[in-house]
């Protein structure tokens, strides 16, 4: 905004009302700016590391006497579905171009996790398995979900840069969650019949992974400056 502009400001809408308006277009400044994004991407990401472990926690209120129907009826599948088929169809970014590539990245993402979950619950093989190989198991679960939904990604031709955008994100999520599941793992206090209350915790965790995924994939398509220039996905063009 230039002087002759704040100035035209003041003498159309005067003193109260100028500052006011110039006020506004500061505000609008900011929360444009790549700092306010960093910015609200760290408090976010603070927010989701405390909901983990507060997922961890609060199963402390639920009893040991989870079942089956428990966990193969778990949160985590509706909520998969409510994001595929609601939510995610409804995600605006900032270019139609980001918005096709965005929604076909986030779609195949939970795609993936769904499956995978589901074929891991489905199968109860971790229904007779010690502590060390359900860890084994469930790193398993998170490492071949990463690989299915990268290599999707780039066969439907998302670029590259997003793909590792999107996992510089998330590697602080899989690392947290890592921890956690060695935790619910190590813990005598998750101890039950067939390790159903294990999993049932460890899937409250994953459900919180991907609402985060979902929630922070804007400020990944904001921090990505250029290198999508001219690009084609869908029909659509990067301006």
């Known amino acids: 905004m230039s002087i002759k502009e ?58 040991k006497s989870i079942t089956d129907s428990d966990i193969t009826n778990h949160d985590i599948f509706n909520y998969i ?78 670029p590259k840069i997003i793909i590792d955008k999107m996992k510089v994100k998330n590697n602080d999520n899989i690392t947290l969650t890592f921890d956690l599941i060695e935790g619910v793992c190590g813990s005598q206090f998750y101890d039950s019949d067939k390790n159903l209350l294990k999993v049932y915790s460890i899937l409250n965790i994953l459900l919180s992974v991907l609402e985060n995924t979902i929630s922070n994939s804007e400020s990944v398509c904001n921090s990505i400056n250029g290198q999508l220039k001219g690009l084609n996905f869908e029909g659509r063009t990067e301006p």
């Open 6 to 63: 704040i100035s035209e400001i003041f003498e159309k809408y005067g003193y109260k009302g100028g500052i006011f308006i110039i006020i506004i277009f500061l505000l609008i400044l900011l929360v444009k700016s790549k700092w306010f994004s960093d910015f609200f991407s760290k408090i976010s990401d603070k927010f989701v590391e405390r909901l983990m472990r507060n997922k961890v926690k609060d199963i402390s209120v639920v009893s």
């Open 81 to 158: 579905d409510f994001w595929m088929y609601s939510k995610v169809p409804t995600l605006q970014f900032s270019t139609d171009y980001r918005t096709a590539v965005f929604r076909k990245y986030l779609t195949i993402y939970l795609k993936s996790y769904k499956k995978n979950i589901s074929d891991f619950v489905l199968t109860k093989d971790y229904q007779n398995m010690d502590d060390a190989k359900v860890w084994k198991a469930l790193l398993n679960l998170i490492n071949k979900t990463v690989f299915d939904y990268e290599r999707e990604c780039l066969e439907v031709g998302i």
